[in-house]
Antibody, heavy 120, light 106 residues
Framework: QIQLVQSGGEVKGPGTSVKVSCKASGYTFSNNGISWLRRAHGQGLEWMGWISGYNGRTNYAQKFQDRVTMTADTSTSTAHMELRNLKSDDTAVYFC?????????????WGQGTLVTVSS | SYVLTQPSSVSVSPGQTATITCSGE??????VSWYQQRAGQSPVVVIYQSVKRPSGISERISGFNSGDTASLTITGTQAMDEADYFC?????????FGGGTTLTVL
């Protein structure tokens, strides 16, 4: 079945960077893109951006444009999301999800989530 | 920026019908997806393109989109339906989520 498996939780200091990985299986990676989303405790879902599994084209949410880099490695069917200059309010569970290209797009399935804690 | 508005909470008795609304300007012109997130789990899409139900999702769940409001309806609500529900649409190339609705089955 289609599955996305994410890397483990991270604890980072303010001003540092975090890189989260998302390994896809059960489908042809290059046929779909991967979106990254997050949910902070007590808050709602927030979309961070999308990367094509075919050619690496990206579409970042304006809020994260200056701090995020998304990459995709077709040889390992793995997507990565790096968030720089971390702040305390970046503490959240980060999810990858298949999909996110186009106005009819939806996210399915989702990875298991990666807790990123930003603390001094 | 585009805003989707949901009630923060909805309560329903077991076996009754729960309806969660999602309001946004000209929402009828957009494709709306709905996600269910149970406690401690990852979100799952339960409705996409406003009215379509993915395979494996209960037939008790349905979606509707008209005017400025989309809705998610769960008939015969069960304890397993207790979760946070989020609507989502696209605006200017970015995904926008509603604030989420906590469904409580009393």
């Amino acid at each position: 079945q289609i599955q996305l498996v994410q890397s483990g939780g991270e604890v980072k200091g303010p001003g540092t960077s975090v890189k989260v990985s998302c390994k896809a299986s059960g489908y042809t990676f290059s046929n779909n893109g991967i979106s990254w989303l997050r949910r902070a405790h007590g808050q709602g879902l927030e979309w961070m951006g999308w990367i094509s599994g075919y050619n690496g084209r990206t579409n970042y949410a304006q809020k994260f444009q200056d701090r995020v880099t998304m990459t995709a490695d077709t040889s390992t069917s793995t997507a990565h999301m790096e968030l720089r200059n971390l702040k305390s309010d970046d503490t959240a569970v980060y999810f990858c999800a298949r999909g996110g290209d186009g106005s009819a797009a939806y996210f399915d399935p989702w990875g298991q989530g990666t807790l990123v804690t930003v603390s001094s | 920026s585009y805003v989707l508005t949901q009630p923060s909470s909805v309560s329903v008795s077991p076996g009754q019908t729960a309806t969660i609304t999602c309001s946004g300007e000209n929402l009828r012109d957009k494709h709306v997806s709905w996600y269910q997130q149970r406690a401690g789990q990852s979100p799952v899409v339960v409705i996409y393109q406003s009215v379509k139900r993915p395979s494996g999702i209960s037939e008790r769940i349905s979606g509707f989109n008209s005017g400025d409001t989309a809705s998610l309806t769960i008939t015969g609500t069960q304890a397993m339906d207790e979760a946070d529900y989020f609507c989502q649409a696209w605006d200017s190339g970015s995904a926008v989520f509603g604030g989420g609705t906590t469904l409580t089955v009393l």
